[in-house]
């Protein structure tokens, strides 16, 4: 089993910065990419950014791209969103997912589908 526990998410001003943060317990070795999601009010879920624990990967939605960054410390199991720039579409409620796999997985996972754990959520909102 395996645990995830976000922290990070609030209310920001547009042009503001928010970092969220994915901590990672349990079994984690095997572990394949962490993303992140987020589901706007009214709207499905999305993936934001994503990255292999190797680190050699990395996805990033055409919409957050040269905004958003994602990072891992794989000493802490912890994986990063550090968010700049924000804006009121931003607003969304943010989960971190964990996904397990023995090989390559090309193109990097994008499917909500792909991912076996997820965190708790925690609540963005930018304000205009």
């Known amino acids: 089993q395996v645990q995830l526990v976000e922290s990070g998410g609030g209310l920001v001003q547009a042009g503001g910065s928010l970092r969220l943060s994915c901590a990672a317990s349990?079994?984690?070795?095997?572990?394949?990419?962490m993303a992140w999601f987020r589901h706007p009010p009214g709207k499905e879920r999305e993936v934001v950014i994503g990255?292999?624990?190797?680190?050699?990967?990395?996805h990033y939605a055409d919409s957050v791209k040269g905004r958003f960054t994602i990072s891992r410390d794989n000493a802490k199991n912890t994986v990063y969103l550090q968010m700049n720039s924000l804006k009121p579409e931003d607003t969304a409620v943010y989960s971190c997912?964990?996904?397990?796999?023995?090989?390559?997985?090309?193109?990097?996972?994008?499917?909500?589908?792909?991912?076996?754990?997820w965190g708790q959520g925690t609540q963005v909102t930018v304000s205009s």
């Open positions: 990255i292999t624990w190797s680190g050699g990967s990395t």
């Open positions: 349990g079994r984690t070795n095997s572990v394949y990419a």
């Open positions: 997912a964990l996904g397990f796999s023995r090989y390559p997985v090309v193109p990097f996972p994008t499917n909500d589908r792909w991912y076996g754990y």
